[in-house]
């Protein structure tokens, strides 16, 4: 078959961006060919345009659409199919996937994870080829806006268990990013009793938000320093860090005795690098877990979440763009910290 005519946009640091025509082959076997129609952006796109796409590239990965095309040997799916893509899977042979006795039993920490990352195709287009294992379907009534949140809300499912998150606890989310606030939904989900997130008062929409989603203290960074807080008689005991990791000196003074901190998030060149107070981690028997849903696992739960409750999605939602907007969207996603939320590029 030839090509399919298809248009993409593509980055190139610092913040240079472009929409091209990129034409697609069909699918290979074990491939499926979806038709984009939403792909949201992630704090790993500005990432991406900000310092670390050397050269032209397409970007973006929180995808859902149609399935166009399906390649030989795919089972389950035809096409119009209705679907949400995950950004990579499990192989389920490594050594780390294999059941005992064979291997670890640890998909989530697979060795080769099956993927399209840094593919001719990715999510800010038209069209995107991906292995089949990557593609879970998504009811007829769900909107492709609010199904495009199945990558990123999986992050915040791996964060939140990393944390144990437990009936009773009293957790604090720093960060009230998308990521943030997905956590602070499942956290409530999960049931605990008081929720504090800590953000800038100036992100008048992310506040509002986190308070919908569940918060029931919000900690103004901006008038009062974090480790300056009084939380009272009683400190969190799981702290979910979507901020950048220099904040986890913050999170480790103010965590619970036996409190446990899971974190997320892309440092840059300043806050990679990270100073802390070991003895007062020591004593006080407080556990770091880093988060990094890679590959994800969690796709099929996050579509039964957003099915069952969608003021979550409708919730983070904030903007949406075209494809040939996609400067215009993802200055909006780095510089509007008032109104913007999630920010969505759709067909």
């Known amino acids: 078959m030839s090509d399919y005519a298809n248009r993409s946009a593509y980055v190139k640091s610092p913040w240079h961006f472009d929409v091209r025509d990129n034409p697609v082959t069909a699918p290979a076997a074990g491939q499926l060919l979806i038709e984009i129609k939403a792909c949201g952006i992630c704090g790993t796109d500005l990432h991406i345009s900000d310092r670390t796409a050397d050269y032209w590239q397409p970007f973006g990965h929180e995808v859902a659409g ?16 209705r679907v949400a893509v995950d950004s990579s899977a499990p192989c389920g042979t490594c050594a780390n996937c294999a059941p005992p006795p064979l291997g670890r039993g640890r998909p989530d920490l697979c060795l080769t994870p099956l993927t399209y990352w840094l593919s001719k195709t990715m999510g800010f287009g038209q069209l995107l080829l991906t292995p089949h294992q990557l593609v879970v379907p998504i009811p007829d009534s769900m909107p492709f806006d609010i199904a495009s949140l199945c990558e990123p809300l999986g992050v915040c499912i791996d964060l939140v268990q990393a944390a144990q998150v437990e009936i009773g606890d009293h957790v604090l989310v720093i960060g009230p990013g998308p990521l943030g606030l997905g956590a602070i939904a499942l956290a409530k989900r999960a049931g605990a009793a008081h929720i504090y997130t800590a953000g800038r008062s100036t992100s008048k929409a992310r506040m509002e938000a986190a308070l919908a989603l569940g918060t029931d203290t ?36 103010v965590a619970a005795l036996g409190g446990i901190i899971s974190y997320i998030g892309i440092a840059d060149d300043n806050s990679k690098h990270v100073t802390f107070d070991a003895d007062a981690l020591h004593f006080s028997k407080v556990s770091i877990r880093p988060s990094h849903a890679s590959p994800g ?4 739960e996050s579509i039964r979440l957003l099915q069952t409750d969608p003021f979550v999605g409708e919730t983070l939602i ?8 996609i400067e215009q969207a993802m200055l909006m996603a780095r510089d509007n910290r008032v109104s913007a939320k999630k920010v969505i590029v759709v067909a």
């Open 66 to 81: 149609v399935v166009k095309a399906v390649g030989e040997g795919v089972p389950l799916f035809k096409m119009g199919d």
């Open 218 to 253: 919000f900690i103004a960074v901006d008038k009062t320093p974090l480790a300056e807080y009084n939380f009272g008689k009683r400190k969190p005991d799981k702290i979910l860090v979507t901020a950048p990791p220099d904040n986890l000196p913050d999170a480790i003074h």
């Open 297 to 300: 696992t969690h796709a099929a």
């Open 318 to 325: 904030s903007h949406h763009f075209g494809l040939e907007e």
